[in-house]
């Protein structure tokens, strides 16, 4: 298995652009995650779903979109891109059951954004 | 809300010297307690978890956490760390199996050889 896997490793951004990092996940997990992780500020939950055609908001969602149209991908659009969202991104798929959550998360390597 | 408290921000220790790092969380009801850890330049792993059960939670590489209900915390511990264990450590919380984890901010380990 390759586990979570997210594409792409770095990017780098000019105010307003708009850009999709794309998550996939070879666990066949029901529940996947959107998380940024800032200095001295931890991982804060942006989106999260817990199965194909259902999303949620988390803490931070202002700025982003996802969808999850399969059982595999869960990609975040930024929709206009701005300095606040320089951020290291990581995705994560964990095996919930009926939509909740009782198992660990498996993390993805991360995106590095940089927005100009 | 679920929240999550990590009070040391940076520890700096020796080798063999052990370590404790804190974790306090607030939730009334029934949770889920993870320790993950990142390595430099890598992603979170888990080190432990606590669903249920006996409150002292043995994980990788030596690590230990006790669950303490009624001071809501869920301490970290090693008797004696090496400096392969400098990284970051972070604490998390599920309340009852809800859809969202809530992550501490993190304790940043250094380890001096």
């Known amino acids: 298995n390759a586990g979570v896997t997210q594409t792409p490793k770095f990017q780098v951004l000019k105010t307003g652009q708009s850009m999709t990092l794309q998550c996939a996940q070879d666990?066949?997990?029901?529940?996947m995650s959107w998380y940024r992780q800032d200095p001295g500020m931890g991982l804060r939950l942006i989106h999260y779903s817990v199965g194909a055609g259902i999303t949620d908001q988390g803490e931070v969602p202002n700025g982003y979109n996802v969808s999850r149209s399969t059982t595999e991908d869960f990609p975040l659009r930024l929709l206009s891109a701005a300095p606040s969202q320089t951020s290291v991104y990581f995705c994560a798929s964990s095996p919930g059951t009926s939509g909740l959550l009782y198992n660990e998360q498996f993390f993805g390597p991360g995106t590095r954004l940089t927005v100009l | 809300a679920q929240s999550v408290s990590q009070h040391n921000h940076h520890v700096i220790l020796s080798e063999a010297a052990s370590l404790e790092l804190g974790c306090n969380y607030s939730?009334?009801?029934?949770?889920?307690l993870f320790w993950y850890v990142q390595y430099p330049g890598q992603h979170l792993q888990l080190l432990l978890k606590y669903f249920s059960g006996d409150p002292l939670v043995k994980g990788i590489k030596g690590f230990e956490a006790e669950f303490i209900k009624s001071k809501f915390s869920f301490n970290l511990r090693k008797p004696s760390v090496q400096w392969s264990d400098t990284a970051e450590y972070f604490c998390?919380?599920?309340?009852?199996?809800?859809?969202?984890?809530?992550f501490g901010t993190g304790t940043k380990l250094q380890v001096i050889p």
């Open positions: 998390a919380v599920n309340a009852g199996g809800y859809q969202k984890v809530t």
């Open positions: 666990m066949n997990h029901e529940y």
């Open positions: 939730y009334g009801g029934t949770v889920n």
